[in-house]
């Protein structure tokens, strides 16, 4: 009998902002999963750490580092911008042609610097201004409505935090989804990529009561459903 073995092919995932609060954190809990990852960063000394920390935290972790954002995205099936709004702008056309066709991750929250509003006009969001930015490419929104500190434990007094996932594309809404379930969220899909003008506000909600009632960065949406 010919024994037949199915070879998963992992895929690859840049992330653009591997060493800030969220690139790390999303870097680590998805090291854990089938997929291989390019983190880019400008600080080396701090890439260095990360890696090493994902390494001893997940040994079988396909992790590499490098240097320049388009080689990352070129190499890539799916790519997570997680870098603040503003610096989405400089980085869009550097990556514009490597990543037509390919997921892209928009996590950002467009805060103004008081936190008490968003910088981006009413009727559109960071998600589709990147959209605009690059137009070939699958813009998917995700990971903007958990906080950082959330990673460690997805759970939150007993519950499974949920994430939510907007955008246009059904087959890229479903890789993304389990792209979330693997960092241990749960993932809900949302709607369109116009949903997420809703998900901004919904964090930038989160932000304003966490700094009110002193949620120390640890809180996140529960939708309790019969
Ligand atoms: N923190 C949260 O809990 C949270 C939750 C949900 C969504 N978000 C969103 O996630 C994004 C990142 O937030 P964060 O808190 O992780 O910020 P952060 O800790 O300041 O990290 C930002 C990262 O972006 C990189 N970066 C900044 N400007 C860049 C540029 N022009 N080109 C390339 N890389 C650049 C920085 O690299 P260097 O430091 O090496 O320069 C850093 O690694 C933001 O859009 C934020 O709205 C944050």
Redesign the pocket.
Known sequence: MIKLRIMQTKQTIAI????????SAIAKSIAKGPYRLLLK???QE?MDALVKDIQSQSPKAEVESVIC?TEASWEADIIIL????E?EK??APQIKEVASQKIVIS???P?NQNYDGLVTAPGTSAAEELQKLLPNSKIVKA??T????DFSAPVINGAQVDAFVAGNDEEALQTVSELVATSGFNPIIAGDLSVSRTLENM?LLLIQLGMKNNYN?LAGWKILHN
């Open positions: 653009i902002g591997a060493t800030g609060n969220m690139g960063a400008n600080n701090k954002p997680a870098v603040p709004y610096a400089d980085i996590i950002a929250n805060l990971f903007n958990t906080f950082a500190a964090q960065w």
